[in-house]
């Protein structure tokens, strides 16, 4: 089966603070691709950056950057020197071996405290 | 260009009604996803287009809810004898390609209300 967990509900930081998301996948695919979307109050899912499972290179983008492991499953998202933008939830998703669907963890909510 | 729309943008209906939701995704887009996404929660999956035909459709509750996409554009999304619990977000994605592998760009969803 597969699962996604983002065991932080709520996070609170204030500016310029570094923060930390967490993700721990499930699943039983030797491929799958791992994203991370933002949701911003506006309503509308924004992709952030997609990972597959055989390419376990961090990758740094501006302030952002994802830390992936296969050995722990997990998949997490690091924001740098936070900004009042960057509030929002994020959200954790695994693709299936089929790549027919997403499965979206629960979301984190990211408030950001001028 | 434009991105992905659906409409209406807020829709409230009795229970037991006949409700339908559009999404236009982005031109050339091949695939199209809806999702359902409740509050506090993440986007549920419902079902997956790939052109005119659906390709998964596993994540539909029953059989009240139904989508089409006849001209592989344009699809609507179905839901007979409107229940409660129905309320929520739904949500429409495209992507270029075939699977999920590529991006999805998500539309602003329409949030429906059953009294």
């Known amino acids: 089966a597969q699962k996604v967990t983002q065991a932080q509900t709520e996070i609170s930081v204030v500016e310029k603070e570094d923060v930390t998301l967490d993700c721990v996948y499930e699943?039983?695919?030797?491929?799958?691709?791992l994203f991370w979307y933002k949701q911003p109050p506006s309503g509308e899912l924004v992709f952030l950056i997609r990972?597959?499972?055989?390419?376990?290179q961090n990758e740094i983008s501006g302030r952002y950057s994802w830390n992936f492991q296969k050995s722990t499953s997990s998949f997490n998202f690091t924001i740098t020197a936070s900004q009042v933008v960057d509030s929002a939830v994020y959200f954790c998703?695994?693709?299936?071996?089929?790549?027919?669907?997403?499965?979206f963890g629960t979301g984190t909510s990211l408030t950001v405290i001028p | 260009g434009a991105g992905v729309s659906q409409t209406p943008s807020n829709k409230v209906t009795e229970k037991g009604k006949y409700v339908e939701l559009r999404c236009d995704p982005i031109?050339?887009?091949?695939?199209l996803y809806w999702y359902r996404q409740s509050l506090g929660q993440g986007p549920e999956f419902l079902i997956y287009?790939?052109?005119?035909?659906?390709?998964?459709d596993s994540g539909l509750p029953n059989d009240r809810f139904f989508a089409v996409r006849p001209e592989g554009s344009v699809s609507t999304l179905k839901i007979q004898r409107t229940e409660r619990g129905d309320s929520a977000v739904y949500l429409c994605?495209?992507?270029?390609?075939?699977?999920?592998?590529?991006?999805?760009?998500f539309g602003p969803g329409t949030r429906l209300t059953v009294l």
């Open positions: 994605a495209s992507s270029s390609n075939a699977g999920g592998h590529n991006e999805q760009f």
């Open positions: 699943t039983r695919d030797t491929t799958y691709y």
């Open positions: 990972r597959n499972s055989f390419d376990e």
């Open positions: 998703a695994l693709s299936d071996l089929t790549g027919n669907q997403f499965y």
């Open positions: 031109s050339g887009h091949t695939a």
């Open positions: 287009f790939q052109g005119t035909g659906a390709a998964d």
